[in-house]
């Protein structure tokens, strides 16, 4: 062990894809047998997983705590698996069969745990704990953190020499408010409380914001059996060509009863409204100095690399630019992050580390369209690759492939989960699923993969 880390202690919060990561990177420099600081790992879910632990449970928890998932039921990736493969563990080594490239939840929770289910980072993890406060004494250099213990409502505190945020930026819902929304008669939920499409079958439904979720919620809704879909943009239009049955509006100015009006001086009513309008990132358990403030962008503003928080880079946050990439990008920070502990990766000054943003924040600006973006992250993935012995694939194909993957939800928004790709880490081609994605009601594990053996055994080859 490097000496600077020798009695060192890690907390990291959240037991998420990217705590997971950071779990995972000291994992792998144990195996080549140097020796990790102490680490611990705060989560307050009963298990790991984050967003993929999914939960039915919406506004607070078993103890009270706001409920952290998003996910719902019958979703599917939303880009193929292909760009989002761990390089160190790839999809055939978990699943030891060619997969399609967009699984259900479930089966890419499975995916997740697969690697640390082998690791003993169970050990490392206090589950059902909240990061309730954090503070930083300028003296000792030391983090002290305050800890509900939730299970046994018990609050205590500890020291730790870094600080790894990932406690995730899609939880806390961004809610506008529009004129006449009191007295709406039926429902009005946040995307963050879907919980799938079921409740809405046969209603007119309302959904507003033109980004992921609004198209998934929109296309999940119409697949599930809603009445109609109506999208209200409030800058763009996702813009595709929607089936009979979807179809985008404007924004909305105000409701009149179960009436919605829209800025193009159309109105509708509608049985029930989701609001699709993002998240806020948010820190409850942080103080102003510490907490990270930004919008949902590629780039947020103070950190280096996009993960060490400039003024103090003893605090690091993992996750939290908006998402093309997703678990590699996590790995490729994790493993930075912790060569900085194990003092392997030395940051330059801070005036340095500043110009370095800066240059980044220039080339965000200068993002046009979703091609720019995708470019910008591959090229962010390929600095930090660079400076870690994190395993190297070919981003470049990756890139490719994220255009690839735009182009065919432009293509047919219903049909686009249906392609398939290639994997950069194996070479593997993957498989069509048995069912067309329009056709399958049923997102289980069990169904994903026991009907894919049948259907080899049906038809060899
Ligand atoms: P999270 O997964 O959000 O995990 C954060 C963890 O921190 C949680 O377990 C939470 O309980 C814990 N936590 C928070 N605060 C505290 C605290 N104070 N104390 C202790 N613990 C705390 N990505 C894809 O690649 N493909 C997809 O198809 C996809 N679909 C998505 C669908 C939805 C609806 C949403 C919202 C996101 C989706 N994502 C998808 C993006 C997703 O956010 C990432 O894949 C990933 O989950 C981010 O990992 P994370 O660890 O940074 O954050
Ligand atoms: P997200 O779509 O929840 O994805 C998060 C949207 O909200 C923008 O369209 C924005 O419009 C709109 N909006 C914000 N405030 C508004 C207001 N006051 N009035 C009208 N519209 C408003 O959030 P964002 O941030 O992308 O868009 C906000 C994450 O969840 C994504 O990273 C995605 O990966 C993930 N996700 C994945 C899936 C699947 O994989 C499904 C859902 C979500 P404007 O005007 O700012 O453009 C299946």
Same mark, same amino acid.
């Given at each position: 062990m490097?000496?600077n880390?020798?009695?060192?202690?890690?907390?990291?919060i959240?037991a998420?894809?990217s705590g997971?990561?950071?779990l995972?990177?000291?994992?792998a420099l144990?195996?080549?047998?140097?020796?990790?600081?102490e680490i611990?790992?705060?989560?307050k879910?009963?298990?790991w997983?984050?967003?993929?632990?999914?939960?039915?449970?919406?506004?607070?928890g078993?103890?009270g705590?706001?409920?952290?998932?998003?996910?719902?039921?019958?979703?599917?990736?939303?880009?193929?698996k292909?760009?989002?493969?761990?390089?160190?563990?790839s !999809? #055939? $080594?978990?699943? *030891? /069969?060619p997969?399609?490239s967009?699984p259900p939840?479930?089966v890419?929770?499975? &995916?997740?745990?697969?690697?640390i289910?082998k690791?003993?980072a169970?050990?490392?993890?206090?589950?059902?704990?909240t990061?309730r406060w954090?503070? !930083? #004494? $300028?003296?000792? *250099? /030391?983090?002290?953190?305050i800890l509900d213990?939730?299970?046994?409502?018990?609050? &205590?505190?500890?020291?730790?020499?870094?600080?790894?945020?990932?406690?995730g930026?899609?939880s806390t819902?961004?809610?506008?408010f529009?004129e006449?929304?009191?007295?709406?008669?039926?429902?009005?939920?946040?995307?963050?409380?879907?919980?799938?499409?079921?409740?809405?079958?046969?209603?007119?439904?309302?959904?507003?914001?033109?980004?992921?979720?609004?198209?998934?919620?929109?296309?999940?809704?119409?697949k599930?059996?809603a009445?109609?879909?109506?999208?209200?943009?409030?800058?763009?239009?996702?813009?595709?060509?929607?089936p009979?049955?979807?179809?985008?509006?404007?924004?909305l100015?105000?409701?009149?009863?179960?009436?919605?009006?829209?800025?193009?001086?159309?109105?509708?009513?509608?049985?029930?409204?989701v609001?699709?309008?993002?998240y806020?990132?948010?820190f409850?358990?942080?103080?102003?100095?510490l907490?990270?403030?930004?919008?949902?962008?590629?780039?947020?503003?103070?950190?280096?690399k996009?993960?060490?928080?400039n003024?103090?880079?003893q605090?690091?946050y993992?996750g939290m630019?908006?998402?093309?990439?997703?678990?590699?990008?996590f790995?490729t920070q994790?493993?930075?992050?912790?060569?900085?502990m194990?003092?392997?990766?030395?940051?330059?000054?801070?005036k340095k580390?500043?110009?370095?943003?800066?240059?980044w924040?220039?080339r965000?600006?200068?993002?046009?369209?979703?091609?720019?973006s995708?470019?910008?992250?591959?090229d962010?993935i390929?600095?930090?690759?660079?400076?870690?012995?994190?395993?190297?694939?070919?981003?470049?194909?990756?890139g490719?492939m994220?255009?690839?993957?735009?182009?065919?939800?432009?293509?047919n928004?219903l049909?686009?989960?249906d392609?398939?790709?290639?994997?950069?880490?194996t070479?593997?081609?993957?498989?069509?699923?048995?069912?067309?994605?329009?056709d399958e009601?049923?997102?289980?594990?069990?169904?994903?993969l026991?009907?894919?053996?049948?259907?080899?055994?049906?038809?060899?080859?």
């Amino acid at each position: 062990m490097n000496m600077n880390t020798k009695n060192k202690r890690v907390a990291i919060i959240g037991a998420g894809p990217s705590g997971l990561a950071q779990l995972r990177a000291f994992e792998a420099l144990e195996k080549q047998g140097i020796e990790s600081p102490e680490i611990v790992c705060f989560e307050k879910q009963s298990d790991w997983g984050g967003m993929w632990n999914y939960s039915w449970r919406t506004g607070v928890g078993k103890y009270g705590e706001p409920v952290h998932g998003s996910m719902y039921k019958y979703l599917w990736s939303n880009g193929p698996k292909e760009c989002l493969e761990f390089s160190d563990y790839s !999809f #055939d $080594e978990h699943f *030891k /069969k060619p997969i399609s490239s967009y699984p259900p939840r479930p089966v890419l929770f499975d &995916y997740i745990q697969g690697r640390i289910n082998k690791s003993n980072a169970r050990d490392y993890i206090r589950f059902d704990t909240t990061a309730r406060w954090v503070s !930083f #004494d $300028e003296e000792s *250099k /030391k983090f002290n953190l305050i800890l509900d213990n939730l299970k046994e409502d018990r609050t &205590y505190e500890e020291e730790f020499d870094y600080l790894i945020v990932a406690s995730g930026h899609f939880s806390t819902p961004n809610m506008p408010f529009f004129e006449g929304i009191e007295n709406f008669p039926g429902g009005v939920m946040h995307a963050h409380d879907f919980r799938g499409a079921d409740q809405f079958k046969n209603q007119k439904l309302l959904l507003i914001g033109s980004s992921y979720s609004a198209e998934d919620i929109g296309v999940q809704c119409y697949k599930h059996g809603a009445k109609s879909v109506t999208l209200s943009y409030r800058s763009n239009p996702i813009g595709v060509d929607w089936p009979k049955g979807i179809k985008e509006v404007p924004l909305l100015t105000h409701f009149d009863g179960a009436t919605a009006h829209f800025t193009d001086g159309t109105s509708e009513s509608f049985d029930a409204v989701v609001m699709c309008t993002g998240y806020q990132h948010k820190f409850p358990f942080l103080p102003d100095e510490l907490r990270l403030k930004t919008k949902n962008n590629l780039y947020p503003n103070y950190l280096y690399k996009g993960i060490f928080f400039n003024e103090l880079p003893q605090l690091i946050y993992l996750g939290m630019q908006d998402q093309y990439y997703t678990f590699n990008m996590f790995d490729t920070q994790a493993w930075l992050a912790r060569d900085y502990m194990m003092g392997r990766f030395k940051l330059p000054s801070k005036k340095k580390r500043k110009e370095d943003i800066r240059k980044w924040l220039e080339r965000h600006d200068a993002i046009k369209d979703s091609l720019d973006s995708v470019d910008f992250q591959t090229d962010y993935i390929k600095d930090l690759i660079a400076l870690s012995d994190y395993p190297e694939f070919n981003l470049d194909k990756v890139g490719e492939m994220f255009k690839e993957w735009l182009q065919d939800k432009e293509d047919n928004i219903l049909t686009y989960r249906d392609k398939t790709y290639t994997s950069v880490v194996t070479g593997t081609k993957a498989k069509e699923h048995h069912t067309d994605w329009m056709d399958e009601l049923d997102d289980s594990k069990e169904r994903y993969l026991a009907f894919n053996e049948e259907v080899e055994e049906l038809v060899p080859g």
